[in-house]
C-alpha cells in the first residue's frame, strides 16, 4: 500500500498593511499602527498655512486615520509659491478642500475633512474639539483669544495640543500634553534593559547553574569554553561569598579582586590561548554585580500613587502602576523583564537559560495581574484589563516616564520664563529665538487687537526690539539681576532674529517649514501611539545656523 503524502499548508505571507507599512511597524509595532490608524487629527490652519500642511503630509503617510483642516482662506497666487498642495486650478477656491484633496492622495487609506470656516465660528462650540485626538494650532497672523481658549479646552479634556510658528528662517512649536502623560513603550537601549539579577539569583536559575559547574575542573575544553558566563558569575560568586562571610563585592576595588578571580580561572592552554565566555564573564563584572535600585522614573510614579485615590474611573495606567509598586513592596525588585543578551554558549545550554527567564518573567507577570484582578474586583470596574498591557507594563517598568504636562505659555508669562533667564546669559543658547518670537507675537498681537496704541510712525523693526527690551527686563527684575550690560548684550544677540522676523514680515520658507513639519510630526507620532518620549516642551529650530534645541518652559 503506498505511503500518502501529506503537504504542509502553505505559509502565509505578509498582508497588503504590513507590506505597505514595513519599515514603520519595525518602530512602533502592530499597536503603535493600531493607534494612529484610530488617530484624528485637526490642523486649525491659519497665515501662510505652510507648516501645518506639511505636518499633516507627515502623517498621512505613515497612515493617520482622519484629518479635519479648518481653514477660512481661498487659495491666492502667493500660495501657489510657497504650499506644493496647491495648483493653478486651486486659484480662488477653499485652501482647506484643495489642500485635503490633493494630500488624501498620498495615502488612500487616510480620510480628509476639509473645513472652510474663521476659528471663531468654528469655535463657537468648544466641545467640538472632543472628537479629535490631537489638535495642531498654527499661529496667526493676527493672534486672538482662540489659542487661550483652545489651550484650555485641551488641557481640561486631556487633548494633547502642538502650537507652531514658522516666519523665514526660524520657527519653533511648543507641546502641551494633559497633566499626567505616561509613557510605558519608551524604546530603551537595548543593551540598558538587560536584568540579569545575578545577586537575587531564583532557585531554578541557582539549580541550573549547579547542574552545569559541578564538575568545571574536570569539563572537557570545549564544554568548559561554551558555559554562559552567567553560569560562570554565580558559580564564582557563591564562591567568593563562602570567604566574605556571605556577601557578594561590593565596591570598585572588590569588584576588581572578582573580576581577577574570574579571569584566573580561564583555561589558557589552548588553541586559541583563553575563553572568550570567561572574558565575558569578566567583562560583565561592574555592570551586572549591581544591587536593584528603583529608577527616578518609578520613584515619580510611585510618589504620585501614594497622594492618589484610585477608583473605578482611574486609567489603566495607574492602576497597573499601583499593582507594581504592590510588587516591589513585596519583592523588593521590579517584575523581571526576561531578556537574555547574546553570550558564547551551546544552543541547547542558551535556549534552556532563556526558558528559565521566560518562565520567571512570566511569574512575575502573572504575580501582577494578580493585583491588578484584586483592584478591579474591589473597584467594580467594568471589563478587565488586557492581560499583554499589563505583560508590557512589566517588561518596560524600570524605563516608564511620566510627563508632567502644562499649559501653553500663550503670552509673556514672566513667573513661567523667570527660571530660563540665566540660560540667556549663555553665548550659544537657542532661547534668543524663542524670546524674539514672543516679543513678535505680542507687538502683532497688540497692532491686531489695539491698532489705535500702536505707535504708526514707529518702524517694525524698532517697535520689535521695544518689545524685547520690555521682556528682558521684566526677566532681569525676576531674577534679581541689575547687570545692564548683560542684559545690552542679551538684546544685540537677539536682535538679528528680529530682523529675520521684520524681514519675513510673517511669511513661510517652504524649507523651513516642511522640515519644521517634520520634526513636529515626529513628535505627534510620539504622542498619538505613546512610544518613545516626545519633546518637553519646547522645540525651537534656527534655519540659518541649521541647530536646533528643545528646553522646557
Known sequence: MATQTLTPPPLQGPTAKEKKYDRQLRLWAASGQEALEQAHVLLLNSGPGVVGVEVLKNLILPGIGNFTIVDEENVTEKDLGINFFLTDDSLGKSRASETCKYLTELNPDVNGHPVQSSLDNFLQNSEVLNRYSLVLFITPSNPNLNLSLVSRFCNKNTIPLFLIRSVGFFSKFSVQLPDDFPIVDTHPDPASTIDLRLLQPWPEL??????????????????????????????????WKQSHDGNPPGDYSEKKQFKTLIESKARTNNPEGGEENFDEAAASVLKSLNKPSLPSGLRTIFAELDNKQL????SNFWLIAKAIQQFHSDHDSLPLPGALPDMKAQ????????????????QDAEAVTSHVRAMEEAQKRESAIDPKEIEAFCKGAA??????GQPLVTEVDIPRLKPIYRDLKEEDSPLPIYIAFLAYDAMVAKVADKPSEADSEQEPLENLKNHTKDIIEKLAAAANDNDEQLQSDIIARIEPILEELVRADGAELHNISALTGGMVAQEAIKVLTKQYIPIDNICVFDGIASKSAVFRV
Not at 209 to 235: A, E, F, Q, V
Open 206 to 239: 541557582h539549580e541550573f547553574m549547579k547542574s552545569k559547574t559541578k564538575d568545571l575542573d574536570t569539563l572537557s575544553d570545549h564544554d568548559h569554553g561554551h558555559l554562559p558566563y552567567l553560569m560562570l558569575l554565580l558559580r564564582f560568586l557563591d564562591d
Open 311 to 314: 477608583d473605578r474611573d482611574s
Open 347 to 362: 544552543s541547547k545550554d542558551y535556549i534552556q537559560l532563556q526558558n528559565i527567564y521566560k518562565a520567571k518573567a512570566r
Open 399 to 404: 524605563f516608564v516616564k511620566l510627563i508632567k
